[in-house]
């Protein structure tokens, strides 16, 4: 079945660091992929999505790219802040299904 | 604004109770999904529903049950509560089938003693 893999967290970094958090998948045919953000004591967010390969993703100044070669849709950002902490996850959904499967998330804690 | 809450946001139960966890949207959404957070595992599916009266089951629906009478609720029920069952619920809803993308409750923490 469909699944996805991302890195072990967690992940400490100080502020103005560089992020990736890798995420991998495995499915038939052309899924969607989905960040989502879950910060401490809330529910998840939406955070970026790409439908198609070669899409990228952005907001809040992360970003993603669908590759479809390397079946992948890692996380970046330039320069994070304290804010960014939270937990990521990175999802895909299958065309004409509204079900998401969630990778185990990874921990970020930015330092200032 | 429209929203989705989850109640209660806490419970602690004992072992073959059971316990009932309220989910409520008030954006109108056809699809509805409960998922269970736990350590290693990220979100599981238990139980989803595209509309009134449809409800199917997720990867982890064993123990677990729900029902839907009207569009905004999503109630799920433990019909004997295991220590198994200890976990964060979190609901979702959408109604976009092109964008997928899902808006989450702030979860319900419970503990099965």
């Known amino acids: 079945g469909d699944s996805v893999t991302q890195m072990e967290g967690p992940v400490t970094l100080s502020e103005e660091a560089f992020l990736t958090i890798n995420c991998t998948y495995t499915a038939t045919g052309y899924p969607s992929l989905f960040w989502y953000v879950q910060y401490p004591g809330e529910g998840l967010q939406l955070l970026l999505k790409a439908t198609k390969a070669d899409d990228k993703g952005s907001n809040k100044g992360f970003e993603a790219t669908y590759r479809k070669e390397t079946t992948s849709f890692h996380l970046e950002k330039g320069s994070v802040q304290v804010s960014d902490s939270a937990v990521y996850f990175c999802a895909l959904r299958q065309g004409g299904s509204e079900k998401l499967v969630f990778g185990k998330g990874t921990k970020l804690t930015v330092n200032p | 604004d429209a929203e989705i809450t989850q109640s209660p946001r806490h419970k602690i139960t004992e072992t073959g109770r059971q316990v009932t966890l309220a989910c409520h949207q008030t954006w109108n959404h056809n699809n509805m999904f409960w998922y269970r957070q736990d350590l290693g595992h990220g979100l599981r599916l238990i139980h989803y529903s595209y509309g009134v ?12 049950s729900v029902s839907r009478s009207n569009t905004e609720d999503l109630p799920l029920t433990l019909e ?3 220590s198994s069952q200890t976990s964060v619920y979190f609901c979702a809803s959408s109604d976009d089938l092109v964008s997928g993308r899902k808006y989450f409750g702030p979860g319900t923490r419970l503990t099965v003693l």
């Open chain 2, 80 to 82: 004997s509560a295991a």
């Open chain 2, 53 to 64: 009266q449809d409800t199917n089951k997720g990867e982890v629906s064993d123990g677990y």
